[in-house]
């Protein structure tokens, strides 16, 4: 199996990138486009548990836009072959203050390209965070 091929990862990093900015935007349109349609969908936040796409999109539609510019930092991501990755990233708030947030999400190439098929947020305090020596 081919990992990391650089055509791949910089289509993954270009679906992730635009996921991105329309989070911070409050692209709805695109945010459901992102996640795939379909049941199985899953997307964990930090004070939601959202099982299929029509929960997901729900979410989204009911959300505020205020506070929603974040940063990333440390961002990786992994392909495997040519139709299959994962997205790691840290994302820092201005209203989140001493928390650091973490975000993963698998993305799955279909014949109508990339789609998160699972994702985990979460936030923990920054202090809390292990650092190796």
């Known amino acids: ?3 990391d091929l650089p055509e791949v990862v910089a289509e993954v990093r270009a679906a992730f990138d635009r996921y991105e900015k329309a ?3 409050n692209d ?5 486009d992102t ?3 379909d049941p199985r969908t899953i997307r964990y936040g ?3 548990i959202l099982y ?7 979410f989204r539609a009911a959300r505020s836009p205020v506070g929603l510019v974040r940063s990333t930092s440390k961002t990786v991501i992994t392909t495997f072959g040519r139709d ?3 997205a790691n990233t840290l994302f820092h708030r201005a ?5 650091v947030g973490r975000q993963s999400q698998t993305w799955v190439r279909f014949p109508d390209g990339w789609h998160v098929v699972a994702a985990h947020v979460s936030v923990i305090d920054e202090a809390s965070v292990w650092k190796p020596a």
Do not use: C, N, Y
Request: net charge negative.
């Open 1 to 3: 199996m081919d990992i």
């Open 23 to 25: 989070l911070i935007t």
């Open 28 to 32: 709805v349109a695109v945010l459901d």
């Open 35 to 37: 996640f795939r349609v």
């Open 46 to 48: 930090v004070t939601e």
């Open 52 to 58: 299929g796409h029509h929960e997901i999109a729900a």
């Open 84 to 86: 299959f990755a994962v």
């Open 95 to 99: 209203t989140m203050p001493g928390k």
